[in-house]
């Protein structure tokens, strides 16, 4: 399995709703992804103070690495990714991870 850490760095406080809309698109994208497993979503509490930068964040579930790189071509998901990279400013302001999971 792959987790797909996603951290944002939103310009505006005010951009949360615009980035639920956004998560509420991907949750969709579940169930017509093959291998897209699942998604969770939500303001990150930053109880250790190490990432005040960055107020919401997500993780995507995939079963392998096809999966995943299914999600990254589909034209759905990269509209939806376009919109997040305009509410952060730009890409440099998306911090991502793929932890691969046995």
């Known amino acids: 399995m792959i987790e797909h850490v996603v951290m944002l760095g939103l310009r505006d406080a005010s951009d949360l709703s615009e980035c639920r809309d956004v ?4 949750e969709r994208l579940t ?3 093959p ?3 699942g998604l969770s979503h ?3 509490i930053d109880m250790e ?12 579930r995939f079963e392998d690495r096809d999966a995943l790189a299914r ?5 759905r998901h990269q509209v939806l990714g376009a919109r997040l ?3 952060c400013g730009g890409a440099d302001r998306i911090t991502v991870y793929d932890i691969e999971r046995d």
């Not at 999600?71 to 034209?75: G, Q, R, T, V």
Request: aromatic letters at 16%; proline letters at 9%; glycine letters at 18%.
């Open 71 to 75: 999600y990254a071509a589909d034209p």
């Open 23 to 26: 998560m509420e698109g991907l």
């Open 42 to 44: 939500g303001v990150n």
């Open 49 to 60: 103070g190490k990432s005040p930068g960055y107020p919401y964040g997500f993780i995507a």
């Open 31 to 33: 169930a017509e992804i």
């Open 85 to 87: 990279v305009a509410l």
């Open 35 to 37: 291998g897209f497993l």
